[in-house]
């Protein structure tokens, strides 16, 4: 008796930790934001967010990161396919590096990118001449949410590729399908979740990069200034209920986002 007493306890501990922790670490700050763009009322808040340089710098980044999310899903896919159908030398460290952008700090990426490609570099050289402008332009900024969005995609596809049924393949090869018809008729619906969930993970991390983007955007109003660096702009400038009426949009645009991924995972399982 006492064994199941202490058993119980110690669950409801458990749980209570995990779910306090959770408030204060997810909950409370996001009703924190939520209130903040509000304290001054609706009209307020509509005039901060349609400012028209917070309304270009949402733009901005919705437009860019959606650009980001494609590449991502397209390269992405392939090179997960890469990574799970072919045996290679250097595959696993080639792997390894996939998960590099989340063990890096964002802010380290931007100056790899800022030293690969600025305008001292060889590579930045090549262009200017070419009369192509990468750094302090929009290319740069989509070259920053590639960069730290590059894992998701690969990371949702293999699994579903290590768990396919290779006999569905082999049946329609059997049959007298060419590789191409039984990628697009069984192999890539196998893989259509994983693609899906991982491109709108990217599409949402890509909303809310700052570290990578900031040395390397120009902050130029309504041309290179996205929607987190203007709010730490309006945070500057001593304006945190300005700053939080944009976050609120990044911030249910996001939740959109996750909702969405968490139906498109619970359909794949019930699959």
Do not use: C
């Not at 409801?12 to 408030?23: A, D, H, K, Q």
């Not at 400012?51 to 990161?65: M, S």
């Not at 491109?199 to 987190?228: D, Q, W, Y």
Request: hydrophobic share 55%; charged share 15%.
């Amino acid at each position: 008796m006492n064994l199941m007493l202490r058993s119980r306890w110690w669950s409801f501990g458990f749980r209570s930790t995990i779910m306090l922790y959770f408030v204060v670490l997810i909950v409370l700050p996001i009703i924190g934001v939520y209130t903040q763009s509000f304290s001054l009322g609706w009209v307020p808040f509509w005039e901060s967010v349609s400012d028209p340089l917070a309304w270009k710098a949402v733009l901005l980044t919705i437009r860019l990161a959606v650009i980001a999310a494609l590449i991502n899903v397209l390269v992405g896919t392939m090179i997960g396919w890469v990574l799970i159908r072919y045996q290679f030398f250097g595959r696993r460290f080639l792997n390894s590096l996939v998960d590099l952008p989340f063990a890096l700090p964002t802010a380290v990426g931007g100056l790899m990118i800022l030293l690969l490609l600025g305008p001292n570099s060889l590579v930045g050289e090549l262009a200017g001449k070419l009369g192509i402008e990468i750094v302090f332009h929009e290319p740069a900024i989509v070259i920053a949410m590639l960069f730290v969005t590059f894992p998701f995609v690969i990371r949702a596809v293999q699994p579903l590729l290590e768990e396919m049924d290779h006999s569905e393949e082999e049946a329609a090869y059997t049959l007298g399908a060419s590789k191409a018809k039984t990628f697009f008729q069984v192999i890539l619906p196998t893989m259509a979740p994983g693609v899906i969930s991982g491109g709108m993970l990217a599409f949402s991390r890509a909303l809310a990069e700052f570290g990578a983007v900031v040395l390397i955007a120009g902050n130029i109003p309504g041309k290179t200034l996205i929607a987190s660096v203007y709010i730490f702009g309006e945070i500057e400038s001593d304006n945190p209920q300005g700053a939080a009426a944009v976050s609120v949009l990044l911030l249910t645009l996001s939740f959109l986002i996750l909702w969405t991924v968490n139906i498109v995972q619970a359909r794949r399982d019930a699959r």
